[in-house]
């Protein structure tokens, strides 16, 4: 009779590619697989209704992989240190297994886990899986993390990159003396995002599921790669690939995706083809930085890198930050990825750094409280990610530029040189005159008529009062 090992499913919702998932079942053919509603996630306050949406869709294909690979994805619900090891032991389970993360919560969670489940008799194996490279093995030449992204990049790149994993052979499920057993210890049906408490009744800005994913990657490796760092920029047009939500989860390996770039890289018929995918790989590799800083510096997660900010005097106007939050400043560019964020679970991530910019050195409020809001709202919120470029944008993290101020009207001038993307989601201003529009220089009288507001700050007046804040916050330091 076959061993038993529970594989955990985390941020690798899918069954191929999968480098836990394979060392299992290359140690038994009974492999099942859970996914914890973990409480102490699920009741944080920021957590977005349009995120675990799209959560419980890769759920529910990756519940359909595993009854066609002749086994069964099983739900369970608490305090993942709690519920699995009792559901383990109940199953008379050999292992559980699981790949790794970066957030501090995931590695407290893991540790507490191990621990119950060893002293349990439990044989536990943990992987990484969700980075080409493991934080642990892209280090400086004196054996320290990095903290500027060039060097990292540099070094990342220079490392051969593992393949995707073959697909694996089929799986055995539960006896129905098992499956009784697990209904015992508390497996549940695939809840609904409403039973979970969380609302969103429009349409997912990326279908969920492995599929889904695997077919998008498939289209932007055609031919929008070819021309990623020309138009990847512009928020108006489709130059991104889109698949920020998929990699946060796991739907697709990344192996698989940086394969798919070598690939492409092969068949570029010239130096600018060629340019091009590099420019997303090194997009993948931002990702790399972001996550082993968090790895490495937990205390990101909980505050600015550099000292400057560390009591830096924010206005921090709740008045204002409403008007931020609901695209509201009079400032049309920000109005209108705020706008996007609110309505689809997404923002386009040229618009993501300057609506930061906007929000810590226009508002002059604490970078901790865009941080939180897009966590609140974004279909691809990832701590690690999300920290990461909050304080790029803030000026507060590690950044060899750390004094870095974007003009909403310059921006909007050359990232939507006809006004397309503003009048989308700032439809009342659909009718403006393009140069106003881009400009922010809308007339009071016209912005009364058409129902939109004026600018709640003067951009060049904040700009060089953050400026004198930041140098005093210096001064006070040395």
């Known amino acids: 009779m076959s061993e038993l090992i529970l594989f955990w499913h985390r941020r690798d919702l899918r069954i191929s590619d999968n480098i836990g998932l394979a060392n299992a079942r290359n140690i038994t053919p009974k492999v099942i697989g859970v996914f914890c509603l973990d409480f102490n996630i699920l009741k944080a306050d920021d957590i977005a209704p349009a995120r675990v949406t799209y959560l419980l869709g890769c759920l529910q294909e990756l519940q359909q992989r595993y009854i066609e690979n002749g086994s069964e994805l099983l739900i369970l619900q608490g305090v993942p240190s709690e519920v699995i090891p009792k559901f383990a032991k109940a199953l008379e389970a050999k292992a559980v ?3 790794l993360d970066v957030e501090p ?16 008799g439990i ?4 992987f990484w899986d969700q980075l080409l490279h493991d934080p642990e093995e892209i280090l400086t030449g004196n054996g320290t993390p990095y903290s500027v992204y060039t060097p990292y990049w540099k070094n990342w790149n220079s490392k051969a990159k593992a393949a995707p994993l073959p697909p694996l052979e089929p799986f055995m499920g539960l006896t129905e003396k098992e499956q009784e057993t697990a209904k015992e210890m508390g497996v549940i049906p695939l809840p609904s995002a409403k039973d979970l408490g969380f609302y969103w009744d429009k349409p997912l800005f990326l279908a969920p599921g492995e599929k889904v994913a695997q077919s998008k990657l498939e289209r932007f490796c055609d031919r929008v790669i070819y021309e990623y760092d020309e138009k990847r920029n512009f928020p108006a047009i489709g130059g991104t690939s889109e698949l920020s939500a998929a990699i946060k989860f796991g739907v697709i390996g990344i192996r698989t995706i940086w394969q798919k770039t ?3 890289m092969a068949n570029c018929h010239n130096s600018i083809q060629r340019e091009n995918v590099q420019t997303w790989q090194q997009e993948l590799a931002w990702r790399e930085f972001y996550q082993q800083a968090l790895y490495h510096f ?8 550099r000292e400057t900010f560390k009591n830096f005097p924010w206005d921090n106007n709740k008045v204002k930050f409403e008007a931020w939050c609901q695209g509201q ?8 990825a705020m706008r996007q964020l609110n309505e689809t679970g997404w923002m386009h991530n040229r618009c993501r750094m300057i609506v930061a910019s906007f929000l810590t050195k226009d508002l002059i409020i604490n970078w901790q409280w865009g941080e939180k809001y897009f966590m609140q709202k974004l279909i691809d919120g990832d701590l690690a990610a999300n920290n990461g470029g909050w304080q790029w944008s803030a000026s507060s993290g590690m950044d060899p530029k750390p004094l870095r101020i974007f003009n909403p009207a310059t921006q909007a001038q050359k990232f939507d040189q006809n006004g397309d993307y503003i009048r989308r989601w700032v439809p009342e201003l659909k009718r403006v005159d393009t140069k106003a529009l881009l400009t922010g220089k809308i007339t009071p009288l016209e912005a009364r008529s058409r129902g939109y507001v004026a600018p709640i700050v003067d951009h060049n007046e904040q700009q060089r009062r953050f400026k004198e804040l930041y140098q005093q916050q210096k001064a006070d330091l040395r």
């Open 97 to 99: 297994y699981w790949n």
């Open 105 to 120: 919560y995931a590695k407290e969670r893991d540790r507490a886990l191990s621990r119950i489940l060893a002293r349990e």
């Open 123 to 126: 044989e536990v194996n943990t």
């Open 262 to 264: 070598v690939n492409v």
């Open 298 to 305: 937990p205390e990101l997660a909980e505050g600015p890198y």
């Open 329 to 336: 400043t009079g400032y049309p560019i920000i109005d209108a």
